[in-house]
């Protein structure tokens, strides 16, 4: 079983291979980019103690040689020390400017690992190896890469395009339920952005695909990669149309901050509970019916995941709070805040017309 999604950025172009298999074969698709035949590897310790055995071994196999370095699982790891870290090991290896990195891992890994490619050596080329469903569907493909600074989520890194992206769907097997469900939260978000009848189809098929039905986790991942390659194609560097893919980010991303980037609230989490605020905004400024924000929490609570604030362990700060760490969110232009609405599921746009006043109700109402 196997798709492709070609990724058509002029003189950047990749592709995105979803399927079966493909952590084992990696090397096939790898061997034409390499100068040499070596690449390095960074990965978390969680995924590399499941896969980054088979992964080299399947690249020894096809007489690549390969160095790797583990680093420590969890958002904490998108800092600067990791950074550095990574990047003295990568000049410790020597990597020149022909070679590949890969990044073997969920969206930590991927943002982290594709940050350090875009200022190594001013830019060396990298292949991401999504293996959780958040990176398969949203972070390996885009090119936004970094980490998160003391003022806010992913305040410091750069637009750098992979040169090719991997997504085995078999090692989504081995993914805790909750990080699949995170993962989830970016799946029901493309639904929500832009295709009403993607919803629809989640609705039905969610629980098979969070059972591990094969062919429907598949086209899950190709549906989300292609609508996320549509809009970067038309916006790369989010001038536009790109910000529709920040759908639920901003309240997520402040009740991320919140939470200290802990493990007391996962990206795809308050990715879920950001867009379930964002319906509610949205219906409470009369932009959509009151029955879509309900549809979009039936679904979500359907699947056992997070809704509201109330669903988030330990205290959190109070709305003026929240709103506060809004303002260091990257669609802020002039001091105003831009919010991601929808005029209903699958019709979202971007808009700065949203008195404060409002968030706060929304916050408030938890
Ligand atoms: N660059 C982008 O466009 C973009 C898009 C969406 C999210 N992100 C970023 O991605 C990050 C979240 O990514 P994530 O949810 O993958 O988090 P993550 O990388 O922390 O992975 C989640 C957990 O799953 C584990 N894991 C990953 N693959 C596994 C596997 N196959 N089997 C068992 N365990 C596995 C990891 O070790 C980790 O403990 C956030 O930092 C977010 O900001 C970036
Ligand atoms: O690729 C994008 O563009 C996105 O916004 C995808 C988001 O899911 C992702 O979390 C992204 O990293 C958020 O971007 P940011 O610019 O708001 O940090
Ligand atoms: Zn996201």
């Not at 990047?87 to 991927?110: F, H, P, S, Y």
């Amino acid at each position: 079983m196997r798709d492709t999604v070609h990724v058509g950025l002029p003189g950047r172009e990749y592709d995105v291979l979803i399927g079966t298999g493909l952590l084992a074969e990696a090397a096939v698709h790898i061997a034409p980019l390499l100068k040499r035949s070596r690449v390095v590897v960074i990965s978390d310790e969680n995924v590399a103690a499941l896969h980054l055995a088979a992964f080299q071994d399947g690249l020894r196999a096809h007489g690549i040689d390969s160095a790797a370095m583990t680093l420590q699982a969890g958002e904490a790891t998108k800092s600067w020390p990791h950074l550095m870290a990574c990047v003295d090991w990568l000049l410790d290896q020597k990597v020149e400017r022909g070679d590949i990195v890969v990044a073997l891992g969920g969206g930590v890994i991927g943002d982290l690992v594709g940050f350090a490619a875009a200022i190594l050596r001013r830019g060396v080329r990298f292949v991401q190896m999504p293996t959780s469903l958040l990176a398969q569907v949203d972070s390996s493909v885009g090119g936004k890469t970094g980490i998160n600074a003391r003022h806010g989520k992913n305040l410091i890194g750069a637009f750098h395009q992979p040169s090719l992206v991997l997504a085995d769907v078999d090692v989504l097997g081995t993914l805790r339920p909750r990080d699949f469900l995170a993962g989830y939260g970016e799946v029901v978000k493309y639904g929500l952005l832009g295709d009403a009848a993607f919803f629809e189809w989640l609705e039905g098929q969610g629980p098979a695909l969070a059972a591990g039905d094969m062919p429907a986790r598949i086209e899950a991942v190709r549906r989300s990669v292609q609508m996320k390659a549509d809009i970067v194609l038309r916006d790369e560097t989010e001038q536009g149309d790109r910000a529709l893919l920040n759908l639920g980010h901003t309240f997520g991303h402040a009740l991320e901050a919140a939470t200290g980037y802990s493990d007391r609230l996962y990206h795809g989490e308050g990715v879920a509970i950001g867009c379930a605020m964002a319906f509610a905004l949205s219906a409470r400024l009369g932009l959509c019916s009151q029955e879509d924000p309900s549809r979009v929490r039936a679904h979500l609570r359907d699947m056992g995941m997070k809704t509201d604030l109330a669903d988030i362990d330990g205290d959190l700060p109070g709305p003026e709070v929240l709103l506060e760490l809004m303002g260091q969110d990257k669609k802020v232009v002039q001091g105003q805040l831009r919010f991601v609405l929808a005029r209903g599921i699958g019709d979202a746009f971007v808009t700065g017309d949203v008195p404060p006043e409002a968030v706060l109700e929304v916050l408030r109402d938890g």
